[in-house]
């Protein structure tokens, strides 16, 4: 991809703007669904994969999805195989990838993000060797505290400044600069600026906004709710407005970098989102769509900035 | 990468909709697998699961020479997204991403594909013994039979075939038609074969479900291959379980958002106790795997 599009996430080179939003693309699944051999285009700039919580997770009750107007609502749950099994068998497959890695980690205490950052940590130790400044252009963390569908931890910590402080400054003791760590908001608080504040004052290198948006679907039928979970968060092109009002907020008040996302699913929203104030996009929901859709919005981003006469730095946060 | 493809034919049979699609960079499809599909002017989110219904990607005119890949889709039109690809016309075009999923060749119900050609193929050895090869549709998941008998056209299958319909009424009867050519074909090769039809409301074939039928004719040795509802797929395991047929294999449906392992919205419980990923361990799982190997007490 053309030197126009390089950038940086804190520590990270990234090779264009554009990555994955956590669960919404599983990069080895799809390449082995899709019968991609090793050597592949990964189709992002940086890889973000699944939640990982301390103990293996099965998720919520069927059924998980539901498609709406311009979207879709979930209610998965965080399954996943466990900090123990992912170190032992995912982690080192991902770091075999062509592109940086961004952990994404949840718990359901602050205890918990903590231990599974050490864990990580610990096996970082053995993949890449102790000195951690090393580390900091391939591997960050992203914490989750912004998760709609499970009972504690997640969003109960995202709703609330003071919290978000608590579990950043816990978690940049065991992960200290220069390593990425981004926090990634939830929408569903009366003031997201206030979040990514705390968040940044508490030593977060970047913070991501926005998770979905937390939603109920009524089963046409029994008029009962239709998800297993009851309530899901609501994602795709339905939520961009009310995201884009998020990162402009939070890009007038914060100076570490944004990843945006939310509804992302065309060059114009790239765009948009960058004026906004985002140094990096996220694709979410439309990746569910189309998996290589990120690599090839940042080839049409390209051919905008060319028409538009502006570089990437010129874009980001036009608007302001 | 998701492809994009042009409607070749667009049909009624009965209240399904049969596509035909051509679909350039397609690598070729097994029975059993699926595509997730999408009306390129789509009002909707997200693309859709559908069974590869035929698929003459692979057929050889002359040595060294393919067709277009030209793959068949049965749409039964539930919702919105089934709606749009209903009303799909010629020349219009489809997002389509696949083939996806572990079909009947690679859950080892049929032994793996030669490579298939036009010419009547040279008899193999079916896999398993010496017993018939039972399949069961019910209703649209009559939809991968067509490529299903281009398979067993390659093998011989020295008992011979048995087909099992479904439907509810004799409209949906009507998409038996899509069985025409692969079971002439199967008749040029020697392949014995015998279908059964069953209506509900008794208005086409045998009155009854489909079950019905099954049940009557199952041999201990038979391998049964079965696409349908879910209800159908359970109650045929109880027929199968009662017969003493180990040898049972599913094509199971659920909602999906991506196809690919990334949503986990498509879980199902299966008999180990764990919720899998249909679009991954599936959708065809044996039926022990799918729905577990307690005897019927029945």
Wanted: proline share 6%; glycine share 10%; charged share 20%.
């Amino acid at each position: 991809m053309s030197s126009r599009l390089h950038t940086h996430l804190g520590p990270m080179f990234l090779e264009y703007p554009v990555i994955n939003a956590s669960g919404t693309l599983d990069l080895l699944e799809t390449a082995d669904a899709l019968g991609l051999d090793g050597d592949y285009r990964v189709p992002v700039a940086a890889y973000v994969p699944k939640t990982v919580t301390m103990l293996p997770r099965e998720g919520n009750p069927t059924p998980r999805v539901a498609e709406v107007a311009a979207g879709m609502v979930n209610s998965i749950g965080l399954p996943n195989e466990g900090v123990k099994a992912f170190v032992a068998d995912t982690l080192p497959r991902l770091l075999n990838l062509t592109c940086p890695l961004i952990v994404n980690v949840a718990g359901f205490s602050r205890d918990e993000y903590v231990s599974v950052v050490e864990r990580v940590s610990r096996a970082l130790a053995d993949e890449l060797g102790s000195d951690k400044g090393t580390w900091a252009p391939r591997v960050g963390i992203e914490l989750n505290v912004s998760c709609p569908n499970v009972d504690s931890g997640c969003m109960s910590i995202g709703t609330d400044a003071e919290e978000i402080a608590r579990l950043t400054q816990a978690v940049r003791d065991v992960w200290p600069t220069p390593l990425l760590l981004a926090v990634k908001l939830t929408p569903n608080v009366t003031d997201i600026a206030s979040m990514a504040l705390a968040a940044e004052e508490a030593g977060a290198s970047a913070v991501s906004l926005v998770n979905t948006f937390k939603g109920l679907i009524v089963d046409r039928d029994t008029l009962k709710p239709y998800l297993g979970g009851i309530t899901g968060g609501l994602s795709g092109p339905a939520i961009k407005p009310l995201a884009l009002r998020c990162v402009f907020e939070v890009a007038a008040v914060v100076d570490i970098p944004i990843i945006g996302m939310g509804g992302i699913a065309c060059t114009q929203d790239v765009v948009e989102f960058m004026a906004c104030g985002a140094s990096v996009v996220a694709v979410g929901a439309a990746g569910f769509v189309d998996p290589w859709l990120p690599a090839r919005l940042a080839e049409e981003l390209e051919e905008v900035l060319c028409e538009r006469s502006l570089t990437l730095s010129e874009l980001i946060g036009k608007i302001h | 990468m998701r492809l994009v493809g042009r409607v070749a034919e667009a049909a009624f049979v009965g209240p399904y909709a049969h596509l035909a699609v051509e679909i350039p960079g397609w690598k070729g499809a097994q029975s059993g697998q699926f595509a997730m599909i999408q009306a390129a002017e789509s009002r909707c989110f997200l693309a859709r699961p559908f069974s590869v219904s035929d698929d003459e990607t692979h057929i050889e005119t002359t040595p060294g020479t393919h067709h277009a890949a030209r793959v068949s889709f049965l749409v039964d039109e539930v919702g919105r997204g089934s709606g749009e690809l209903a009303a799909l016309r010629v020349d219009d075009r489809v997002h389509v991403l696949g083939p996806l999923g572990r079909g009947f060749a690679a859950a080892g119900a049929v032994a793996p594909a030669a490579r298939r050609t036009a010419a009547c193929p040279a008899a193999g050895v079916g896999r398993g013994g010496a017993g018939r090869l039972v399949i069961v549709a019910g209703g649209a998941g009559i939809a991968p039979l067509p490529l299903l008998l281009r398979e067993i056209e390659s093998r011989l299958i020295r008992s011979g075939v048995l087909v099992l319909a479904g439907f509810r009424s004799s409209r949906e009867a009507q998409a038996l038609c899509i069985l025409d050519d692969g079971l002439e074909r199967l008749r040029r090769c020697r392949i014995p074969s015998e279908v059964g039809i069953t209506t509900e409301d008794g208005s086409f074939g045998f009155a009854g479900m489909v079950t019905d039928l099954l049940d009557r004719d199952l041999q201990p040795d038979d391998t049964v291959l079965v696409c349908g509802p879910s209800a159908m797929c359970e109650a045929v395991w109880k027929v199968c379980r009662r017969h003493g047929v180990r040898r049972a294999w599913f094509s199971l449906e659920t909602l999906m958002a991506c196809g690919v392992g990334s949503c986990h919205g498509c879980v199902t419980r299966v008999a180990d106790g764990t919720l899998t990923r249909v679009c991954r361990r599936g959708p065809v799982m044996a039926g022990e795997e799918a729905f577990g190997a307690e005897e019927e007490t029945t």
